[in-house]
């Protein structure tokens, strides 16, 4: 393990040797690389690397960082009148579900039941296209409610999705839906793996930044 310090940050590097070309940088967590590097390659050549791409590595850990922590809770104005979000949408609350004579945790509840049914509907709408695209078939799909993550793929098959990806855009949710059905043949994030999803989504990436930078936003 390399820890390279950098703005006040320690960026931790793991890095794997073999039989390649040219070194490649992977983020895994906030401020923790995988780095894969040629056979022979010296670490003060691989320290420079990392210092190159040192802008990026902080500004993608910072974003990381922020996802992780989970959604931001939402104040609850007078009358049902705050801003949710509804496939990437703004809307009132009353526009959504009935907000007379109802509490905060009322509302609350009421409001966590539509997303849950909007994204299983929506989703449920969605996911058969890919399926035939990737040519796979999963074993179930379910909506849950999950602190960190957007979705996730089973060993048996069984997709599960996070009830807030119906505020998502569309396109987002397309790319998560792609993300995890990939995951049925790709258990593993390698390069094979995001060949695959570049097929289907060429610019996956621009989901995978609007995620980490709207996640907190995306909460009840």
Same mark, same amino acid.
């Given at each position: 393990?390399?820890?390279? $310090?950098?703005?006040?940050?320690?960026?931790?590097?793991?890095?794997?040797?073999?039989?390649?070309?040219?070194?490649?940088?992977?983020?895994?967590?906030?401020?923790?690389?995988?780095?894969?590097?040629?056979?022979?390659?010296?670490?003060? #050549?691989?320290?420079?690397?990392?210092?190159?791409?040192?802008?990026?590595?902080?500004?993608?850990?910072?974003?990381?960082?922020?996802?992780?922590?989970?959604?931001?809770?939402? $104040?609850?104005?007078?009358?049902?009148?705050?801003?949710?979000?509804?496939?990437?949408?703004?809307?009132?609350?009353?526009?959504?579900?009935?907000?007379?004579?109802?509490?905060?945790?009322?509302?609350?509840?009421?409001?966590?039941?539509?997303?849950?049914?909007? &994204?299983?509907?929506?989703?449920?709408?969605?996911?058969?296209?890919?399926?035939?695209?990737?040519?796979?078939?999963?074993?179930?799909?379910?909506?849950?409610?999950?602190?960190?993550?957007?979705?996730? &793929?089973?060993?048996?098959?069984?997709?599960?999705?996070?009830?807030?990806?119906?505020?998502?855009?569309?396109?987002?949710?397309?790319?998560?839906?792609?993300?995890?059905? &990939?995951?049925?043949?790709?258990?593993?994030?390698?390069?094979?793996?995001?060949?695959?999803?570049?097929?289907?989504?060429?610019?996956?990436?621009?989901?995978?930044?609007?995620?980490?930078?709207?996640?907190?936003? #995306?909460?009840?």
């Amino acid at each position: 393990m390399l820890t390279i $310090e950098m703005q006040g940050h320690s960026i931790n590097c793991h890095i794997q040797y073999g039989k390649r070309k040219k070194v490649s940088i992977t983020m895994d967590l906030p401020y923790m690389v995988t780095i894969k590097a040629p056979n022979g390659t010296s670490e003060d #050549m691989i320290r420079q690397l990392v210092e190159q791409h040192g802008d990026v590595i902080l500004k993608k850990s910072a974003l990381m960082q922020r996802a992780l922590e989970g959604p931001q809770a939402k $104040e609850y104005e007078d009358e049902g009148k705050g801003k949710f979000l509804l496939f990437g949408k703004e809307h009132a609350l009353h526009d959504l579900i009935p907000v007379e004579g109802l509490t905060e945790e009322e509302l609350r509840a009421n409001l966590k039941k539509f997303y849950f049914a909007e &994204c299983k509907r929506m989703i449920g709408e969605r996911i058969g296209r890919y399926q035939q695209e990737l040519k796979v078939k999963p074993k179930s799909v379910e909506i849950v409610d999950s602190p960190t993550k957007w979705g996730s &793929c089973s060993w048996d098959k069984k997709l599960t999705f996070n009830y807030r990806l119906a505020m998502a855009p569309l396109e987002v949710m397309d790319y998560v839906i792609i993300h995890e059905l &990939c995951h049925i043949h790709h258990m593993n994030h390698d390069r094979s793996f995001w060949r695959r999803i570049g097929s289907i989504m060429p610019d996956y990436k621009t989901k995978e930044d609007y995620l980490m930078r709207n996640g907190r936003a #995306m909460t009840l």
